[in-house]
């Protein structure tokens, strides 16, 4: 088969290796449907990510069709429609139990390390992929969901929703601002509404991401130049937002988050963050706030793909760009050069 492999820092080639078989009972062999790409593909590029080894094959996005499964996969059939979870969860252990997958303490890749596609086994970017631990970590679509909108829910829409949404305790009549208007910024915006957010406060440097922060349920936007402070207190009668959330992953926008929460408030960091961020706790520790990171658990994948299906959840909107499989080196020139293509989620398709 062909797949995108990681060759070191800056290189990447669409290249064929070997068709990957059933390792585990457990596991099933998904032939790629629909794949994207995402920010952290850029930072593993970059160099940022040194676990993952020249050869992987990159990519933790995807849905597609059940090709084989192993001997012990009992909720699934070869021919299903899957979403494949950016997160593996064998469903066993004692962090899955109690729905923490992020840190699964199963075997493959490595035990306490729930994403392992495209980091430490191989990923999503190529024409089939092995998914351990299918039972648990596949969802079977319905009817009527598009793989467009369903590719959406392997990483960004969780990822918005329970790091952002749900780890800053979002709750009816909040104020809530969302600081970098990027695919995971535009997740957590869109499902703030879920626990009932009154305003919504997008944050940006990009106007066009601000506009595209409107149509998924911003009702406030703020360029973050000068003054974007003063303005952000003045949509909270100078009180400051009940939930910030940090989306970017730079030090200036978490010390952003920290300096617009009102007292008693959270800051939810969703951004990955390659460099040391300063806390000012001489500052903060009189604030009664919460800090709150985390990597996404997925666990909410199935509620979300409900919505989706109920045309509650918009996901299908985050997809701006589409190409061919064979054409994803076009894929990644576009969606690396985001500020200038406007790309939001390139869609990827066999
Ligand atoms: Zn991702
Ligand atoms: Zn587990």
Redesign the pocket.
């Given at each position: 088969m062909k797949a995108l492999v990681y060759g070191g820092p800056g290189q990447k080639s669409w290249q064929d290796v070997p068709d990957p078989r059933i390792v585990n009972p457990t596991d099933a062999i998904v032939r790629i449907d629909t794949t994207t790409i995402?920010?952290?593909?850029l930072h593993i590029l970059k160099g940022d990510v040194p676990a993952v080894q020249p050869g992987r094959i990159l990519g933790?996005?995807g849905v597609g069709t059940i090709t084989d499964v192993g001997a012990s996969v009992g909720n699934l059939t070869v021919g299903d429609r899957v979403i494949i979870s950016?997160i593996k969860s064998c469903g066993h252990c004692a962090n899955c139990r109690t729905g923490l997958y992020s840190h699964c303490l199963g075997d493959e890749g490595q035990s306490g390390i729930g994403w392992i596609f495209g980091h430490l086994i191989d990923g999503t970017q190529a024409e089939y992929v092995r998914v351990p631990y299918a039972d648990n970590s596949l969802h079977r679509l319905p009817e009527g969901v598009s793989d467009e909108q369903a590719v959406m829910l392997?990483?960004?829409l969780p990822?918005g929703f329970e790091i952002g949404v749900q780890y800053g305790r979002v709750k009816p009549g909040d104020t809530v601002a969302v600081i970098g208007a990027g695919p995971v910024g535009l997740a957590a915006i869109a499902t703030a509404g879920l626990y009932g957010a009154a305003a919504i406060i997008a944050i940006d440097l990009d106007k066009n991401r601000l506009e595209q922060a409107r149509t998924f349920g911003a009702t406030e936007t703020v360029i973050s130049g000068s003054g974007w402070k003063e303005q952000v207190l003045a949509l909270t009668d100078g009180q400051g937002v009940d939930v910030a959330i940090e989306a970017v992953g730079i030090p200036q926008t978490f010390e952003m988050a920290t300096r617009i929460v009102r007292p008693g408030g959270n800051v939810a960091n969703v951004g990955v963050h390659g460099k040391p961020v300063e806390l000012h706790l001489e500052e903060l520790w009189i604030q009664n706030i919460n800090i709150s990171t985390g990597l996404v658990n997925a666990n909410t994948t199935p509620m979300l793909l409900k919505l989706v299906a109920q045309q509650k959840l918009p996901a299908e909107k985050f997809a701006t760009h589409r190409f061919a499989l064979d054409n994803i080196l076009d894929a990644y020139d576009t969606f690396s050069r985001a500020s200038e293509t406007n790309a939001l989620k390139v869609v990827i398709t066999r």
């Open positions: 995402c920010g952290t593909d933790h996005e950016c392997s990483d960004i990822t």
